[in-house]
């Protein structure tokens, strides 16, 4: 996992503050690709990396206070497919989304406080895969 940003573009969570290294040239690019394509503005990206189908992210939303109140997120995939699996946390109600090379999911409006999310672990022999979900930060007051 890392984390880059605009200075000052800090996220909290697991009681950790994580600075953001200064944009790749690389994540740059992408970052104008994608606010030009959705229409949102972005001031930070966090990269995870998924070594294997035994890597996985549980069960969360990503709530966290700095990123407001319905943050809109831009989830770039690269490399294997992976299942994005959500749980309405009301009534249960599941999806699965598979997630292949260059899809680009869009997440909005009440998403994150209606849902949870979590990529789960996978038997099938699968190779690695790289997400970047492009986030806006706003410093807590
Ligand atoms: O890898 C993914 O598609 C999801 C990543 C994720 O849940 C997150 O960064 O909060």
């Keep these: 996992m890392c984390w880059y ?3 000052g573009a800090t996220y909290r969570y697991s009681g950790v503050s994580h600075q953001p290294s200064p ?7 992408l ?3 994608i606010e030009a394509f959705s229409g949102h503005v972005f001031n930070a990206v966090l990269c995870n990396r998924y070594r294997s189908g035994r890597d996985s992210m549980g069960w969360h939303a990503d709530d966290e206070p700095e990123l407001g109140e ?17 749980r309405h946390r009301g009534t249960g109600r599941t999806l699965d989304v598979p997630l292949r090379d260059g899809d680009l999911l869009l997440m909005g409006g009440e998403l994150q406080s209606h849902w949870r999310h979590c ?23």
């Design 5 to 7: 940003g605009d200075p």
């Design 23 to 29: 944009w790749h040239e690389v994540l740059a690019d």
């Design 31 to 33: 970052r104008t690709r």
């Design 70 to 86: 319905r943050p809109f997120i831009a989830s770039l995939s690269l490399g294997a497919e992976r299942l994005f699996r959500i």
């Design 119 to 141: 990529v789960p672990r996978t038997a099938r022999p699968c190779g690695e895969r790289i997400n970047l979900t492009f986030r806006r930060v706003v410093p807590r007051s």
